[in-house]
């Protein structure tokens, strides 16, 4: 039987007067307390995992100098693979999948603590991108691997994006680390294009079992994309005198930024009504407000007009947290999405 059978039949039910709102309410709030109560022990599951996982990097720290090699690896890599395989075996049975998430995740924290001392046994330079690249990979792909073969785990998935992005980061560190600038603008600009791809993520997810994460990623892509495009515009006021030709390419591009900023702002504020989304919104006219402040700090801060810009922005943030208020109360009246 469908949806659409079930929700036929309960409204024949309520014509003949077979069933009341009282009763299917109460079936409601019956699955909501079983929701709760699963919901609750979940949580258990996981915070019993990250105990276990603190346990292990607490025993290693304290006892690093006392342990031989062999135990070091045991102890971290071997019970990381170990508490995998058990995640693998408790996964098969309907009963225990819950538990097997618990395991998913501690594996996911064990695991590169274990790969990291098999490395620096091995004397390798373990604060090197080469290695990170190696470490990475390896989690990427096993995770990768481990969602394709089970495709409604949360954690697998969640790690598996987790790890994506550090080997995302360490690769291009690999490549373009030794750069001057590196930490100056390439790192930005592949923090910009990470937290697009987060975003995206978020909108994929919406309407799928994974929908849980949709807050996180917008939220986290949309504080990466406009702290980043905010960064590359710069904190330097631009008064040239000589023809465009003659001014630094890293100069324009700054500049560039610096004028895209604004109508980014906008364009998250018209995302968030398009996908009736509020965090759009809320980080959109605070990193609209922070450009003001930003723009006046630049420009007016050695003239006699910055007193003034100070009580113009005062002003304005006034009327844009009036604006924001209504503006919630007008688009988002109904919680359609509670993403």
């Known amino acids: 039987m469908n949806k659409e059978e079930v929700l036929k039949s309960v409204k024949e039910l309520a014509d003949k007067n077979m069933i009341s709102k009282k009763e299917l309410n109460e079936v ?7 929701k709760k109560k699963n919901s609750i022990i979940e949580v258990l599951y996981y915070l019993g995992g990250l105990i276990v996982v603190f346990g292990i990097i607490i025993l290693i720290t304290k006892n690093w100098y006392k342990l031989n090699s062999v135990i070091k690896i045991l102890s971290t ?6 508490v995998y395989l058990v995640a693998v075996f408790f996964r098969q049975y309907k009963k225990l999948k819950k538990i097997s998430s618990a395991f998913y995740l501690m594996s996911a924290l064990i695991l590169p603590i274990g ?13 090197s991108y080469g290695t990170y690249v190696i470490i990475f990979a390896i989690l990427s792909i096993l995770y990768s691997l481990s969602y394709i073969f089970d495709k409604t785990n949360k954690i697998l998935l969640l790690f598996s994006i987790i790890f994506a992005t550090f080997l995302y980061y360490t690769v291009m560190g690999f490549f373009f680390g030794e750069s001057p600038l590196w930490e100056e603008t390439y790192f930005v600009y592949f923090t ?9 993520l978020g909108y994929l997810f919406r309407k799928t ?6 807050k996180p990623f917008y939220n986290l892509g949309t504080l990466l994309t406009l702290s980043s495009t905010m960064y590359l515009g710069g904190y330097r006021a631009f008064s040239y005198k000589v023809p465009l030709s003659e001014i630094p390419l890293s100069h324009i591009m700054k500049m560039v930024w610096e004028i895209a900023f604004p109508f980014l702002t906008f364009f998250f504020v018209y995302l968030s009504v398009r996908l009736k989304n509020k965090r759009f919104l809320d980080f959109g006219v605070a990193f609209f407000m922070g450009y003001i402040i930003k723009i006046t700090a630049e420009y007016f801060s050695d003239s006699l007009g910055w007193p003034l810009a100070l009580v113009i922005i005062g002003l304005l943030m006034i009327f844009l947290g009036y604006s924001v208020v209504n503006f919630r109360k007008k688009y988002f009246k109904r919680k359609i999405n509670k993403n």
Request: net charge neutral.
């Open 28 to 34: 409601f709030s019956s699955v909501d307390q079983n």
């Open 77 to 82: 890599l071997g019970s990381g693979i170990v």
């Open 115 to 127: 790969l990291f001392v098999i490395f620096k046994i091995a004397n390798f330079d373990i604060f």
């Open 192 to 200: 910009l294009l990470a937290g697009v791809v987060y975003i995206l």
């Open 209 to 214: 079992s994974f929908k849980v994460f949709t």
